[in-house]
């Protein structure tokens, strides 16, 4: 019996447990399910972009020489720069558009200098997005204590872009 009197008071007790873990579940599981909803909602977003970057022309020629130009305008030595790799422009989907990447590897003093440079590069490069970023600290006494590497790219319609120099010169 007295075993009894026990059950029937410890039930309840772990019943209220068990009721109140499962609305911490419940919660947990409610706030996980809006944050899947609204990324969900920011990559419906970026998908529909692609109207936008349609319309894109292709880059300027000499990805170089414009890394270079923009880590001057950050301030930055452009000897910093030690290998930009530019693939061919790829074919995408039907074929209207071309994407291009390119691997660029700098060595810097500050993750500032970094910061500085993508600031000056997004706004002088509209054509060239940066879609990744990886910053290493070198690990070597001597020389910037950074290794940043990144890959840009563009995408692009596939005409070509008009020539920069089109008219003739007259002797």
């Known amino acids: 019996m007295t075993a009894l009197a026990a059950a029937c008071i410890c039930a309840p007790a772990l019943g209220w447990r068990a009721l109140s873990n499962a609305r911490a579940e ?3 599981a409610s706030t996980l399910h809006g944050e899947t909803i609204a990324n969900a909602r920011k990559l419906d977003g970026l998908s ?6 349609s319309d894109q022309p292709r880059p300027e020629p000499d990805l170089v020489s414009r890394i270079g130009a923009q880590m001057s305008g950050a301030g930055l030595d ?14 995408v989907g039907d074929g209207a558009l071309r994407r291009q990447t390119a691997g660029v590897t700098m060595s810097l003093a500050t993750p500032g200098d970094l910061a500085r440079w993508l600031s000056a590069w997004s706004v002088a490069e509209p054509a060239w997005t940066v879609v990744s970023v990886r910053l290493d600290r070198a690990g070597r006494s001597s020389g910037p204590p950074y290794t940043a590497a990144l890959t840009l790219e563009s995408l692009h319609r596939s005409d070509a872009p008009a020539a920069a120099n089109s008219a003739k010169v007259r002797p």
Not at 48 to 53: D, E, P
């Open 26 to 28: 419940l919660s947990a």
């Open 48 to 53: 529909r972009r692609r109207a936008v970057l």
């Open 78 to 91: 452009p000897a910093q720069v030690s290998r930009v790799n530019v693939s061919a422009p790829q074919p």
